[in-house]
C-alpha cells in the first residue's frame, strides 16, 4: 500500500511484533501461508499470501484472535478494499477513521464484539 524507502524500520517494527505479541501461523506443507498477531484486544497484523486467499485461513486465524477476547480492533488501509470486505463480512464495524502519519494513507480501525 505504501512506499518503502528503508526497510529497517519495517524489519524493527516485524520483529518487535512477533516478539511481544500473541502469534498464530498457517502452514501449507512446509509453507507458512499466512499469521496473524494479536496484543491484549488488538491485532497488529492478519496476512494470508494472495494463493491461499479464499479458503478460510484468514478466517480461521482471526477466529483464534477472537476466541478468548469479549472484543477486538483491527486496523486497515482504505484502499486495501479486499481486507474491508472480509472484515465486514466477519462481523467487525468501522468505528473510526485517522490518516496514517508515515504513510499519508486512510486508516480504518474496525471492532469485533463477542455477541451475548
Known amino acids: 500500500m505504501a512506499e518503502l524507502d528503508d526497510l529497517q524500520p519495517m524489519q524493527a517494527f516485524w520483529s518487535d511484533l512477533f516478539e511481544t505479541d500473541l502469534v498464530w501461523v498457517a502452514e501449507m506443507g512446509d509453507r507458512i501461508v499466512g499469521f496473524c498477531t494479536r496484543d491484549d484486544d488488538n491485532i ?52 473510526s477513521r485517522e490518516i496514517e502519519h508515515e504513510s499519508n494513507l486512510m486508516s480504518i480501525e474496525h471492532r469485533w464484539t463477542k455477541p451475548n
Open 44 to 95: 497488529g497484523a492478519l496476512y494470508v499470501v494472495a494463493e491461499a486467499r479464499s479458503t478460510g485461513i484468514g478466517k480461521r486465524l482471526l477466529d483464534m484472535a477472537k476466541a478468548d477476547r469479549d472484543w477486538i480492533t483491527v486496523w486497515a488501509y482504505e484502499k486495501n478494499i479486499r481486507a474491508l470486505r472480509f472484515y465486514k463480512r466477519e462481523g467487525l464495524l468501522e468505528v
